[in-house]
Protein backbone atom coordinates (compact mmCIF):
# COMPACT_ATOMS: atom_id res chain seq x y z
CA UNK A 1 0.00 0.00 0.00
CA UNK A 2 1.39 3.29 -1.21
CA UNK A 3 1.94 5.46 1.97
CA UNK A 4 0.81 9.04 1.96
CA UNK A 5 3.36 12.28 1.87
CA UNK A 6 3.95 13.45 5.18
CA UNK A 7 3.65 16.67 6.35
CA UNK A 8 6.27 18.62 5.40
CA UNK A 9 8.46 20.43 8.43
CA UNK A 10 8.29 24.16 8.88
CA UNK A 11 11.12 26.02 7.17
CA UNK A 12 13.74 25.22 4.49
CA UNK A 13 14.67 21.58 4.13
CA UNK A 14 18.20 20.63 2.93
CA UNK A 15 19.31 18.88 0.44
CA UNK A 16 22.50 17.59 1.19
CA UNK A 17 21.80 13.95 -0.52
CA UNK A 18 19.99 15.37 -3.58
CA UNK A 19 22.06 16.06 -6.80
CA UNK A 20 20.88 17.04 -10.25
CA UNK A 21 21.62 15.96 -13.63
CA UNK A 22 20.64 18.27 -16.31
CA UNK A 23 20.69 17.30 -20.00
CA UNK A 24 20.68 19.53 -22.93
CA UNK A 25 22.03 21.20 -26.51
CA UNK A 26 21.03 24.99 -27.65
CA UNK A 27 18.67 25.30 -24.69
CA UNK A 28 19.73 28.99 -24.35
CA UNK A 29 17.78 31.21 -21.82
CA UNK A 30 16.07 28.08 -21.28
CA UNK A 31 19.08 26.52 -19.85
CA UNK A 32 20.20 29.22 -17.15
CA UNK A 33 16.42 29.34 -15.86
CA UNK A 34 17.14 25.24 -15.55
CA UNK A 35 19.69 25.62 -13.97
CA UNK A 36 19.19 28.79 -11.87
CA UNK A 37 15.23 26.94 -10.26
CA UNK A 38 17.83 23.51 -9.42
CA UNK A 39 20.86 25.79 -7.98
CA UNK A 40 18.27 27.25 -5.38
CA UNK A 41 17.62 24.78 -3.75
CA UNK A 42 20.78 21.97 -4.53
CA UNK A 43 24.81 22.21 -4.35
CA UNK A 44 25.50 18.83 -6.51
CA UNK A 45 24.34 19.98 -9.96
CA UNK A 46 26.19 18.37 -13.55
CA UNK A 47 25.58 19.86 -16.90
CA UNK A 48 25.96 17.54 -19.44
CA UNK A 49 26.11 19.34 -23.19
CA UNK A 50 25.85 17.48 -26.70
CA UNK A 51 27.58 19.81 -28.82
CA UNK A 52 26.12 23.07 -28.38
CA UNK A 53 26.84 26.32 -30.27
CA UNK A 54 25.43 28.79 -28.68
CA UNK A 55 27.31 29.45 -25.74
CA UNK A 56 25.53 27.00 -23.52
CA UNK A 57 28.91 25.31 -21.86
CA UNK A 58 29.63 28.79 -20.98
CA UNK A 59 26.72 30.10 -19.39
CA UNK A 60 26.81 27.00 -17.06
CA UNK A 61 30.52 27.32 -16.10
CA UNK A 62 29.63 30.87 -14.79
CA UNK A 63 26.95 29.60 -12.83
CA UNK A 64 29.78 27.40 -11.35
CA UNK A 65 28.40 24.03 -12.78
CA UNK A 66 29.94 21.26 -13.24
CA UNK A 67 30.16 20.78 -16.86
CA UNK A 68 30.54 16.94 -19.25
CA UNK A 69 31.32 17.70 -22.84
CA UNK A 70 30.27 14.63 -24.09
CA UNK A 71 32.07 13.13 -27.15
CA UNK A 72 30.31 13.62 -30.20
CA UNK A 73 32.07 11.30 -32.29
CA UNK A 74 30.15 8.77 -30.49
CA UNK A 75 25.98 8.59 -31.09
CA UNK A 76 24.55 10.87 -29.14
CA UNK A 77 21.45 10.00 -27.39
CA UNK A 78 19.51 11.54 -23.54
CA UNK A 79 20.16 8.33 -22.29
CA UNK A 80 24.06 8.50 -22.42
CA UNK A 81 24.03 12.15 -21.89
CA UNK A 82 21.85 10.96 -18.50
CA UNK A 83 24.34 8.28 -17.83
CA UNK A 84 27.58 10.40 -17.98
CA UNK A 85 26.29 12.76 -16.48
CA UNK A 86 25.02 10.54 -13.56
CA UNK A 87 28.52 8.84 -13.93
CA UNK A 88 30.68 12.27 -13.29
CA UNK A 89 27.90 13.61 -10.18
CA UNK A 90 28.27 10.62 -8.11
CA UNK A 91 31.81 9.83 -8.51
CA UNK A 92 32.26 13.46 -7.12
CA UNK A 93 29.43 13.36 -4.62
CA UNK A 94 29.19 9.56 -3.61
CA UNK A 95 27.32 10.53 -0.67
CA UNK A 96 24.32 11.05 -2.76
CA UNK A 97 21.42 9.32 -2.23
CA UNK A 98 18.78 10.31 -4.70
CA UNK A 99 18.84 12.59 -8.39
CA UNK A 100 17.14 14.67 -10.14
CA UNK A 101 16.71 14.18 -13.74
CA UNK A 102 16.09 17.86 -15.63
CA UNK A 103 15.97 18.29 -19.39
CA UNK A 104 17.73 21.52 -20.08
CA UNK A 105 14.16 23.07 -21.72
CA UNK A 106 12.73 22.64 -18.32
CA UNK A 107 12.25 24.39 -14.90
CA UNK A 108 11.92 23.44 -11.97
CA UNK A 109 9.41 24.33 -9.73
CA UNK A 110 9.88 25.54 -6.45
CA UNK A 111 8.07 23.17 -3.94
CA UNK A 112 8.93 19.62 -6.10
CA UNK A 113 12.35 19.03 -4.04
CA UNK A 114 10.78 18.89 -1.12
CA UNK A 115 7.34 16.80 -1.83
CA UNK A 116 9.36 14.29 -3.70
CA UNK A 117 11.68 13.43 -1.46
CA UNK A 118 9.60 13.24 1.81
CA UNK A 119 7.78 10.91 -0.77
CA UNK A 120 10.95 8.51 -0.88
CA UNK A 121 11.66 9.22 2.18
CA UNK A 122 8.85 7.56 3.88
CA UNK A 123 8.15 4.97 0.76
CA UNK A 124 11.01 3.10 0.27
CA UNK A 125 9.83 0.88 -2.09
CA UNK A 126 9.59 2.85 -4.91
CA UNK A 127 12.18 3.96 -7.20
CA UNK A 128 11.40 7.29 -8.35
CA UNK A 129 8.61 10.09 -8.31
CA UNK A 130 7.71 12.48 -10.65
CA UNK A 131 5.15 15.14 -10.63
CA UNK A 132 3.49 17.12 -13.07
CA UNK A 133 5.24 18.74 -16.34
CA UNK A 134 3.56 21.56 -17.86
CA UNK A 135 3.84 23.22 -20.82
CA UNK A 136 5.12 27.28 -20.51
CA UNK A 137 3.46 28.69 -23.25
CA UNK A 138 0.51 26.03 -23.73
CA UNK A 139 -1.70 28.05 -25.90
CA UNK A 140 1.32 29.48 -28.36
CA UNK A 141 0.89 26.79 -30.99
CA UNK A 142 -1.19 23.76 -31.38
CA UNK A 143 1.13 21.22 -31.08
CA UNK A 144 2.51 23.10 -27.50
CA UNK A 145 -0.64 22.24 -26.62
CA UNK A 146 -0.74 18.54 -27.49
CA UNK A 147 2.58 17.96 -25.77
CA UNK A 148 0.82 19.53 -22.34
CA UNK A 149 -2.22 17.25 -22.82
CA UNK A 150 0.53 14.60 -23.24
CA UNK A 151 2.17 15.52 -20.06
CA UNK A 152 -0.93 15.32 -17.70
CA UNK A 153 -0.50 11.46 -16.85
CA UNK A 154 -2.74 9.46 -14.41
CA UNK A 155 -2.15 10.30 -10.50
CA UNK A 156 -1.28 7.28 -8.57
CA UNK A 157 1.77 4.20 -9.01
CA UNK A 158 2.93 4.40 -12.76
CA UNK A 159 4.73 2.05 -15.30
CA UNK A 160 7.03 4.83 -15.84
CA UNK A 161 8.03 8.37 -15.46
CA UNK A 162 9.25 11.52 -18.41
CA UNK A 163 12.99 13.23 -18.53
CA UNK A 164 12.08 14.81 -15.41
CA UNK A 165 11.79 12.65 -11.58
CA UNK A 166 13.44 12.25 -9.06
CA UNK A 167 15.45 8.32 -8.65
CA UNK A 168 16.94 6.70 -5.76
CA UNK A 169 20.32 5.98 -6.53
CA UNK A 170 20.27 2.62 -5.45
CA UNK A 171 17.53 1.86 -7.69
CA UNK A 172 19.83 3.32 -10.84
CA UNK A 173 22.57 1.35 -9.73
CA UNK A 174 21.06 -2.05 -9.11
CA UNK A 175 19.70 -1.61 -12.59
CA UNK A 176 22.73 0.16 -14.42
CA UNK A 177 21.38 3.13 -15.64
CA UNK A 178 19.60 4.27 -19.01
CA UNK A 179 19.88 2.08 -21.86
CA UNK A 180 22.42 4.33 -23.90
CA UNK A 181 21.76 3.16 -27.18
CA UNK A 182 17.97 3.72 -26.97
CA UNK A 183 17.55 7.00 -29.24
CA UNK A 184 13.99 7.10 -27.64
CA UNK A 185 11.64 5.84 -24.77
CA UNK A 186 15.29 5.61 -22.78
CA UNK A 187 12.47 6.25 -19.58
CA UNK A 188 10.06 3.80 -19.69
CA UNK A 189 12.36 0.86 -20.61
CA UNK A 190 14.60 1.98 -17.30
CA UNK A 191 11.43 1.88 -15.14
CA UNK A 192 10.29 -1.81 -16.47
CA UNK A 193 14.07 -2.62 -15.74
CA UNK A 194 13.28 -1.21 -12.34
CA UNK A 195 9.87 -2.70 -11.74
CA UNK A 196 11.33 -6.58 -12.98
CA UNK A 197 13.31 -5.85 -9.77
CA UNK A 198 10.28 -4.95 -7.38
CA UNK A 199 10.82 -1.35 -7.14
CA UNK A 200 7.86 0.64 -8.52
CA UNK A 201 7.35 4.43 -9.91
CA UNK A 202 4.81 6.86 -8.51
CA UNK A 203 3.40 9.96 -10.36
CA UNK A 204 2.08 12.69 -7.35
CA UNK A 205 -0.77 15.14 -7.95
CA UNK A 206 2.22 18.36 -7.41
CA UNK A 207 3.84 21.02 -9.93
CA UNK A 208 7.29 19.86 -10.86
CA UNK A 209 8.72 21.35 -14.01
CA UNK A 210 7.75 23.67 -16.95
CA UNK A 211 8.75 22.49 -20.23
CA UNK A 212 9.30 24.99 -23.16
CA UNK A 213 8.45 22.46 -26.41
CA UNK A 214 9.08 25.38 -28.79
CA UNK A 215 6.98 23.43 -31.20
CA UNK A 216 5.50 25.90 -34.05
CA UNK A 217 5.31 23.45 -36.96
CA UNK A 218 3.70 20.09 -38.32
CA UNK A 219 6.74 18.41 -39.21
CA UNK A 220 8.23 18.66 -35.89
CA UNK A 221 5.13 17.23 -34.74
CA UNK A 222 5.27 14.28 -37.42
CA UNK A 223 9.11 13.83 -36.44
CA UNK A 224 8.41 13.27 -32.89
CA UNK A 225 5.90 10.85 -33.74
CA UNK A 226 8.03 8.84 -35.40
CA UNK A 227 10.62 8.82 -32.54
CA UNK A 228 7.59 7.77 -30.70
CA UNK A 229 6.97 4.76 -33.17
CA UNK A 230 10.72 4.01 -33.10
CA UNK A 231 10.57 3.61 -29.27
CA UNK A 232 7.75 1.48 -29.20
CA UNK A 233 9.35 -0.90 -31.41
CA UNK A 234 12.71 -0.65 -29.80
CA UNK A 235 11.19 -1.45 -26.56
CA UNK A 236 8.76 -4.29 -27.63
CA UNK A 237 12.21 -6.24 -29.53
CA UNK A 238 13.81 -5.84 -25.86
CA UNK A 239 11.42 -7.21 -23.35
CA UNK A 240 8.08 -7.77 -25.84
CA UNK A 241 8.34 -11.70 -24.39
CA UNK A 242 8.38 -10.68 -20.99
CA UNK A 243 5.32 -11.34 -18.98
CA UNK A 244 3.79 -7.93 -19.15
CA UNK A 245 4.37 -7.63 -22.85
CA UNK A 246 6.24 -4.29 -22.90
CA UNK A 247 4.96 -2.08 -25.36
CA UNK A 248 3.09 -5.01 -27.10
CA UNK A 249 -0.45 -3.16 -27.13
CA UNK A 250 1.07 0.32 -28.65
CA UNK A 251 3.19 -1.75 -31.74
CA UNK A 252 -0.32 -3.77 -32.41
CA UNK A 253 -2.76 -0.06 -32.50
CA UNK A 254 0.28 1.53 -34.61
CA UNK A 255 -0.10 -1.71 -37.21
CA UNK A 256 -3.92 -2.11 -36.83
CA UNK A 257 -4.76 1.35 -37.72
CA UNK A 258 -2.21 1.99 -40.15
CA UNK A 259 -1.57 -0.87 -42.03
CA UNK A 260 -4.19 -3.60 -41.18
CA UNK A 261 -7.68 -1.92 -41.32
CA UNK A 262 -6.45 0.11 -44.71
CA UNK A 263 -5.46 -2.87 -46.41
CA UNK A 264 -8.84 -4.79 -45.39
CA UNK A 265 -10.42 -2.06 -46.78
CA UNK A 266 -8.75 -1.61 -49.93
CA UNK A 267 -8.72 -5.39 -50.59
CA UNK A 268 -12.95 -5.19 -49.90
CA UNK A 269 -12.85 -2.50 -52.16
CA UNK A 270 -12.15 -4.55 -55.24
CA UNK A 271 -15.29 -6.92 -54.45
CA UNK A 272 -17.07 -3.65 -54.78
CA UNK A 273 -16.41 0.53 -54.35
CA UNK A 274 -18.96 0.35 -51.40
CA UNK A 275 -16.75 -0.87 -49.36
CA UNK A 276 -14.95 2.61 -49.39
CA UNK A 277 -17.25 3.77 -47.17
CA UNK A 278 -15.38 1.75 -44.36
CA UNK A 279 -12.94 4.60 -44.32
CA UNK A 280 -15.16 6.10 -41.92
CA UNK A 281 -14.21 4.63 -38.81
CA UNK A 282 -11.51 7.17 -38.62
CA UNK A 283 -13.59 10.23 -38.15
CA UNK A 284 -15.49 7.92 -35.88
CA UNK A 285 -12.84 6.84 -33.35
CA UNK A 286 -11.70 10.62 -33.62
CA UNK A 287 -15.30 11.35 -32.24
CA UNK A 288 -15.43 8.55 -29.63
CA UNK A 289 -12.02 9.50 -28.44
CA UNK A 290 -13.15 13.02 -28.33
CA UNK A 291 -16.21 11.85 -26.32
CA UNK A 292 -13.60 9.83 -23.91
CA UNK A 293 -11.39 12.41 -23.39
CA UNK A 294 -13.86 15.18 -22.63
CA UNK A 295 -15.15 13.20 -20.03
CA UNK A 296 -11.77 13.33 -18.41
CA UNK A 297 -10.61 17.03 -19.16
CA UNK A 298 -14.08 18.86 -19.70
CA UNK A 299 -12.91 20.95 -22.50
CA UNK A 300 -14.48 19.49 -25.79
CA UNK A 301 -12.28 21.47 -28.13
CA UNK A 302 -8.59 20.25 -26.44
CA UNK A 303 -10.31 16.95 -26.19
CA UNK A 304 -10.92 16.88 -30.51
CA UNK A 305 -7.11 17.79 -30.60
CA UNK A 306 -5.63 15.05 -28.92
CA UNK A 307 -8.13 12.75 -30.78
CA UNK A 308 -7.51 13.89 -34.01
CA UNK A 309 -3.54 13.62 -33.25
CA UNK A 310 -3.91 10.57 -31.38
CA UNK A 311 -5.70 8.92 -34.31
CA UNK A 312 -3.68 10.47 -37.44
CA UNK A 313 -0.23 10.59 -35.49
CA UNK A 314 -0.29 6.68 -36.20
CA UNK A 315 1.04 7.04 -39.28
CA UNK A 316 4.67 8.64 -38.40
CA UNK A 317 4.57 6.21 -35.38
CA UNK A 318 4.70 3.10 -38.48
CA UNK A 319 7.40 4.97 -40.37
CA UNK A 320 9.57 5.16 -36.65
CA UNK A 321 8.77 1.31 -36.17
CA UNK A 322 9.65 0.12 -39.96
CA UNK A 323 13.45 2.51 -39.48
CA UNK A 324 13.80 0.75 -36.30
CA UNK A 325 13.06 -2.88 -37.63
CA UNK A 326 15.11 -1.83 -40.69
CA UNK A 327 18.29 -1.01 -39.29
CA UNK A 328 17.54 -3.98 -36.59
CA UNK A 329 17.82 -6.39 -40.11
CA UNK A 330 20.89 -4.66 -41.30
CA UNK A 331 22.88 -4.17 -38.18
CA UNK A 332 22.76 -0.13 -38.52
CA UNK A 333 22.56 1.84 -35.68
CA UNK A 334 19.44 4.01 -35.88
CA UNK A 335 20.22 7.84 -35.70
CA UNK A 336 18.57 10.37 -33.11
CA UNK A 337 15.02 11.37 -34.47
CA UNK A 338 15.04 15.59 -33.28
CA UNK A 339 12.46 17.60 -33.54
CA UNK A 340 13.99 20.78 -32.56
Known amino acids: MIKKVSEMNSGQKT????????????????LKRCLTSLMNKLDYVVYVDSGSTDGSVGVALKMSVQVVELD?????????????GLSVLLESNPQLDYVQFVDGDCEVQNSWLDIALD???VNQDFAAVCGRRRERYPTATLYNQLCDIEWDTPIGEANACGGDALFRVSALTAVGGYRGSLIAGEEPEMCFRMRQLGWKIMRLDAEMTLHDAAMTRFSQW??????AG??????YALHGN????????ECRSILFWSVALPIVIILLTTITPFFLVLFLVYPLQIIRLTQLYRGRWGNVNLAFIYAFSNVVGKW????GMMAFFKNKKLGYISQLIEYK
Not at 76 to 83: D, E, G, H, I, V
Not at 230 to 235: D, F, L, N, Q, R
Open 15 to 30: FSNIGAVVIGRNEGER
Open 72 to 84: MSKPFTAARARNE
Open 119 to 121: FLT
Open 222 to 227: WKRNKR
Open 230 to 235: HAYAEG
Open 242 to 249: SSEKFNRS
Open 316 to 319: PQLL
